[in-house]
């Protein structure tokens, strides 16, 4: 079956960076476009990146352009996300996600917090 597994959330200083991973399994993994939401406390689930199966197309939600950085080795059957300059604002649970004949699977996700 299909299993995601993030990991890499932690706590962090205000303009300091993480590194997430998602582990994937149960699919072929270089055949699907990869995605990162995040959800804040009180807020709606929103998309972050997405990359698609090669890597050869990347996609950011706005305020994220310039500080966050999607990527994806097949070999690993994972997908990373790069975050650098955090902010406050970027606290949230950071899940990752694939849609697969329109089904969506979502991992348990990864808590980051950034605070001083």
């Known amino acids: 079956q299909v299993q995601l597994v993030e990991s890499g959330g932690g706590l962090v200083q205000p303009g300091g960076s993480l590194r997430l991973s998602c582990a994937a399994s149960g699919f072929i993994f270089s055949g699907y476009t990869m995605n990162w939401y995040r959800q804040a406390p009180g807020q709606e689930r929103e998309l972050v990146a997405a990359?698609?199966?090669?890597?050869?197309?990347?996609n950011y939600a706005d305020s994220m352009k310039g500080r966050f950085t999607i990527s994806r080795d097949n070999a690993k059957n994972t997908v990373f996300l790069q975050m650098n300059s955090l902010k406050a604002e970027d606290t949230a649970v950071y899940y990752c996600?694939?849609?697969?004949?329109?089904?969506?699977?979502w991992g348990q996700g990864t808590q980051v917090t950034v605070s001083s």
């Open positions: 996600k694939v849609r697969i004949y329109g089904a969506e699977y």
């Open positions: 990359i698609t199966g090669t890597g050869g197309y990347t």
